[in-house]
Structures are given as structure tokens and as C-alpha cells.
């Protein structure tokens, strides 16, 4: 079993036991199982799945860096939702706010806020389509 | 001795402020359940990558090959004070208990970034303030700290300042806030013998995990300072205006009692005259 935690700036998201964690990085996908070699690498935004006996729980992951060692995998990640929170449509009209506000863009850091929105809604959409497909 | 007028208007005039302060407390205790609970939540991820960080500093350290963040340089002897607080009073001792911090800073050294409106004027007789932003009223944004962060960058990767320190409130409970000094940079490395020595597998390396693992240590520990202070600002808000609503109360039962005391002794004084003047009536 391993230790898997998710944290982001807003709050502890995920604090449990898991059998397979299949983390996005800068250099591809890559799943984390039990007896792991001691790692740390930069994670890339995408789908974070996590197993547990047969049961997989997805969550969208906005950069961070993940730590594994011994048996316990830690995430910190700047931004992350899980699956069961994501409602599609949500994520499409944030999507098109998002893309209006670049588009009247007045500075340089409402530019990159609306940038960051627009990033974790292609994300949530991604994630939505992913879990749809699923059922 | 006072007439029962002006009583009146006394009491009047302490029943408003109590109904203000009352208001005050009540928004303040609002916003102090959601900055609260993000000061908090932020608190784990904070100190997770600050342990990530320090595991991978080169435990070989040389000068050369570590990070510009973790060289402390002593070349001018300067440190730039970063002073957090809020842009309003009303809030108790939370102001003063930072401006004496402020105060304690030998300033021929020193140079200051404020932030909130309280601060900047102090900032400013020092005459060595470098910016000054506003705090804002509500939840600070991540978006507030980069600009801060950007000036950081100038005046140590400059060489300007040699020590980056952080001076603001931290949030122990809602009936304490004490004054808080961060080291920010240099960002001190841990001696070997509190980290374990693994074979810790980096990828893609640590010459390239490092710059941005700092940069993002950097920026979080700034906008975990802004919570802070601002669920700081909230919780002593709060207090001091409940502590004021029970003084305007007390001050409205004070002049309530003289009030009827006055009132009772014209009474008294009326009937005094009106039998008096009636027993002269009488005994002509």
C-alpha cells in the first residue's frame, strides 16, 4: 500500500491509502506503486488517477511537484479538483469567460489570472471528457 | 450637574456607536471564517515544500553551484524588511505591535517594502521605503504577491540587500495574533544530519526542479504571510469591536441611571414648589 497525499494552497485534498497512483510529469505519465525507488519530479498539468482496490478516483492536477519516498507519495500541486467536483458544463462556461477575458486583456497580471483560468478549465474539460467516456 | 436633554443625547449617541461597532463586529466575524480557514488550509502545503526545498539543496554545498536564493552573500549588509498589515485600524494592538517591530529594525541597514496603508506612513520616516502597496479589503489574491515578489528578485539577485526578512501577523486563534519575523532569503539550508541521506532519484534533474521549486517556495510563503494577516486583521477586528460595543453599553446604562436620577430629582422639585407654594396659599 502507499500513502498518497495531494496538497494544494487551498487545502489538503486528498490524505489516504492507495494501491497505484498514475501521476502526469514533465516527462510523461507515470504510474507510482508500492516499493517505489525514492523520487522527486515536476508535475505537469493533466489527469491525476488514483487506485484503490479495483476503484480508481480521478482528479485534475495544474502543476506542482511530486515527492515519492518509502511509502509515501506527496503532490503538491498549485491547483487541483477532483473528478466527482467537475460538472462539464461548469468547465465550458468557465472556459469561455476565461477566453473573453484574454481577450480584453488590460494588464499584464489580469492577463495571466485569466490565462491560469482558462488552463484549469481546459483541464476540468479534459477530465469531464475522460470521466464520461468511462461510463 | 447635567440636564436631562443632554442626557438624552448622550445616551442616544452612545446607542449609535454601540449599533455600529455591533455591525462592525459582526462583518468582521463573517470574514473571518473564510480567511481562517484558507490561512490554514495553505499552512501544509507551505511547510511541504519548504521540507522539499531544503532536501534538495546539494548537501556538498559550495558556493558555485547552489542556487543565487541560498547564497548569502554579505557583501552590503543591508536586509530588506517586507512589513505585512492591514490597511485599516480599529483592530486593537495589532497595528502598534507591528509598528514596534518596525521600530526595533536598526534602519541605516535597512530597507522596507510595506504593505497596507498603516505601515507606509512609518515606512515612509525611515526614508529608506522602497514601495508601498495596499492591502485590500478582501481575500487577498495570489496576483498581490508578485509584483512583491518581482522587487525581492531586483534588490537580492541585484546584490542590493544581502537578508530578505518578512515581518507580519501570525494567526494563532482568534484571541491571538502575535508579530511573526520570517527569514525568507537566503532560504537556509538544514545541516546534513536532519535529513536523511537517500538516493533520491530527481527528474528531470535537481539543477532543473530546484529554480522553479524555489521560486514557487518564494511566492507561497509571501501569500501565506497575506493570509495571515488578514485572518489577523479579522479576529482583532472582531475582538476590539465586540470589547467596544460592550463599553457603548456600559456608557448607555451609566447615563441611563443618571438620567432617571435627574429626571426624578426635577420631579421631586416640581411637587416641592407646587406644595410649598400651596402651604403659603393656605396659611394666608
Do not use: W
Amino acid at each position: 500500500m502507499l500513502h498518497v497525499q495531494v496538497v494544494t494552497p487551498e487545502k489538503t485534498l486528498v490524505d489516504t491509502e492507495a494501491d497505484e497512483i498514475i501521476v502526469p510529469t514533465s516527462t510523461g505519465e507515470l504510474a507510482i506503486l508500492p516499493q517505489h525507488v525514492a523520487l522527486v519530479t515536476e508535475v505537469a498539468p493533466g489527469v491525476l488517477t488514483i487506485k484503490t482496490k479495483g476503484k480508481e478516483e480521478t482528479m485534475a492536477i495544474d502543476g506542482g511537484f511530486v515527492q515519492v519516498t518509502d511509502s509515501l507519495v506527496r503532490i503538491l500541486a498549485d491547483y487541483a479538483v477532483t473528478g466527482s467536483d467537475i460538472s462539464a458544463t461548469k468547465a465550458q462556461e468557465a472556459k469561455d469567460r476565461a477566453e473573453k477575458a484574454m481577450k480584453e486583456k488590460k494588464n499584464d497580471v489580469e492577463f495571466a489570472e485569466a490565462q491560469a483560468e482558462f488552463r484549469k478549465a481546459i483541464l476540468e474539460l479534459k477530465l469531464a471528457g475522460r470521466i464520461k467516456r468511462h461510463n | 450637574m447635567a440636564t436631562t436633554l443632554d442626557l438624552r443625547r448622550r445616551i442616544r449617541s452612545a446607542q449609535n456607536i454601540s449599533k455600529t461597532t455591533r455591525a462592525m463586529q459582526m462583518i468582521a466575524a463573517s470574514k473571518l471564517r473564510r480567511a481562517q480557514e484558507a490561512a490554514v488550509a495553505s499552512r501544509p502545503y507551505v511547510t511541504e515544500l519548504m521540507a522539499l526545498s531544503k532536501s534538495l539543496a546539494p548537501k556538498d554545498a559550495k558556493a558555485d553551484t547552489l542556487h543565487p536564493y541560498m547564497v548569502s552573500k554579505k557583501a552590503t549588509g543591508k536586509t530588506l524588511y517586507v512589513f505585512i498589515g492591514p490597511d485599516k485600524g480599529l483592530c486593537g494592538g495589532l497595528i502598534t505591535n507591528l509598528i514596534r517591530e518596525l521600530l526595533k529594525v536598526r534602519h541605516e541597514n535597512a530597507s522596507f517594502v510595506t504593505v497596507g496603508k498603516k505601515l507606509e506612513n512609518v515606512g515612509a520616516s525611515t526614508k529608506n521605503l522602497i514601495a508601498s502597496f495596499p492591502f485590500g479589503t478582501t481575500l487577498p489574491k495570489f496576483g498581490q504577491v508578485l509584483p512583491i515578489v518581482d522587487i525581492i528578485n531586483e534588490q537580492f539577485l541585484g546584490g542590493k540587500v544581502d537578508t530578505v526578512k518578512i515581518i507580519s501577523t501570525k494567526f494563532q486563534s482568534v484571541f491571538s495574533q502575535t508579530p511573526q519575523l520570517i527569514d525568507l532569503l537566503p532560504v537556509k539550508l538544514e545541516t546534513s544530519e536532519d535529513i536523511k541521506e537517500l538516493d533520491v532519484l530527481f527528474e528531470p534533474s535537481k539543477e532543473a526542479l530546484l529554480p522553479a521549486l524555489l521560486k514557487r517556495y518564494l511566492e507561497m510563503t509571501v501569500y501565506q504571510s497575506f493570509l495571515e494577516s488578514y485572518a489577523s486583521y479579522n479576529a482583532a477586528q472582531m475582538i476590539a469591536m465586540q470589547n467596544a460595543t460592550n463599553n457603548a453599553k456600559d456608557i448607555v446604562n451609566e447615563l441611563q441611571l443618571l438620567y432617571n436620577k435627574a429626571r426624578q430629582e426635577k420631579i421631586t422639585k416640581e411637587i416641592l414648589d407646587i406644595s410649598s407654594a400651596s402651604v403659603a396659599l393656605g396659611s394666608l
